[in-house]
């Protein structure tokens, strides 16, 4: 199938797109790498009158550090941040993106698209949650800051609003004996996940984990944190921890649907074995760090 006509506006500043995205409304939809609006669009699942194609505008690319963050620019490419040097300082960041769809896929699209289009079953939204990045988002009002544990709402949904432009996502770079591990589960390479899950762990200098951090992807209507079993851990000796019990905490405080990929139950189970997996992953890097 093929879409229904709309209007293509290809705007090359930040304040030209916004002015057309307040113009149209609800009517508008911002143009990133099209990975997945285009597909929606041409399954008539979505339907817009007028999109705002920001490729062009130069404020929404790079790639920068800035002291303890590094910024990645909306309309930074998937490929182009896999292969960037800086992107190793975040480590999640690092393992989501080869994950995502398929080399084709990523070379369109986009990491703000990703974030902003907030697929439950995507990487980089239980990344940017896993880590308390923060989405530098510009609207008609100027600029905002909102942090990730705001801004995804449900599926699809997030805080932006119909005339605002997520411009940039900064994911913070964690000091210290830190380690961190991705896992997924999909049918084949390329598919969305069936489960996922981002864990951060950090260690102290008296071998206590000092911060946990555990997101899902695939388990429920938006990314969630398992913040239950993220408390479970903080404080206790990292070499000590019942990891096993700590994932089905973890995997248990989810939401997932069923569907023709599996049951609630059947993600939960294997989300439980992913998160120990990853914790393990990411205990072992954080006392070796
Ligand atoms: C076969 C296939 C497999 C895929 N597999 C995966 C996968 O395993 N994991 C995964 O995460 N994704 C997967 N995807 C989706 C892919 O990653 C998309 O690139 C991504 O979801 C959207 O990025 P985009 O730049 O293409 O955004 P677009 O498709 O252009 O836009 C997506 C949505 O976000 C909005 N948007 C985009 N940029 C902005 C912005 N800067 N400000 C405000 N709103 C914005 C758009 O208006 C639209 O609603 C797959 C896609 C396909 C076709």
């Known amino acids: 199938m093929k879409p229904a006509p709309f209007q293509l506006h290809i705007p090359s500043t930040l304040e030209e797109a916004v ?10 939809k911002v143009l990133a790498g099209g990975q ?54 975040v480590p999640l960041l690092h393992q989501a993106l080869p994950l995502i769809g398929h080399f084709q896929i990523r070379n369109r699209g986009t990491v703000g698209g990703s974030t902003a289009h907030a697929d439950p079953a995507s990487e980089l939204p239980a990344v940017a949650l896993a880590l308390d990045a923060e989405m530098v988002i510009h609207g008609p009002a100027g600029g905002r800051v909102v942090p990730a544990r705001e801004f995804f709402v449900s599926t ?3 805080g932006l609003k119909p005339d605002e432009i ?59 944190r398992a913040s239950a079993a993220e408390a479970a851990l903080v404080g206790s000796p990292a070499r000590g921890a019942d990891l096993a019990e700590i994932a ?29 997996r990853a914790l393990e992953r990411a205990l072992r890097e954080s006392i070796h760090a």
Not at 19 to 28: I, R, T, Y
Request: a negative charge; glycine letters at 10%.
């Open 36 to 89: 997945s609006l285009v597909p929606l669009m041409a399954l008539r699942l979505a339907r817009y009158e007028h999109l705002v194609d920001v490729n062009r505008i130069a404020a929404l690319q790079g790639i920068a550090r800035e002291g303890g963050w590094l910024t990645i620019g909306a309309m930074t490419r998937q490929t182009t941040a896999e292969a960037h040097r800086d992107v190793a300082l």
């Open 248 to 276: 089905r905490l973890a995997a248990s405080n989810t939401d997932p649907g069923d569907d023709i990929h599996g049951s609630a139950g059947f993600r939960r189970r294997v989300a439980a074995h992913l998160t120990e």
């Open 156 to 158: 699809w949904t997030t």
């Open 166 to 224: 997520l411009t940039a996502v900064r994911y913070p770079v964690w000091p210290g004996h830190c380690g961190f591990a991705l896992e997924e589960f999909a049918r084949r390479s390329g598919d969305f996940a069936i489960a996922g899950v981002a864990c951060g762990l950090e260690v102290d200098q008296d071998g206590d984990v000092a911060r946990a951090a555990i997101a899902y992807f695939g388990m429920a209507p938006t990314a969630v």
């Open 19 to 28: 002015g057309l995205l307040s113009q149209h409304g609800e009517e508008a």
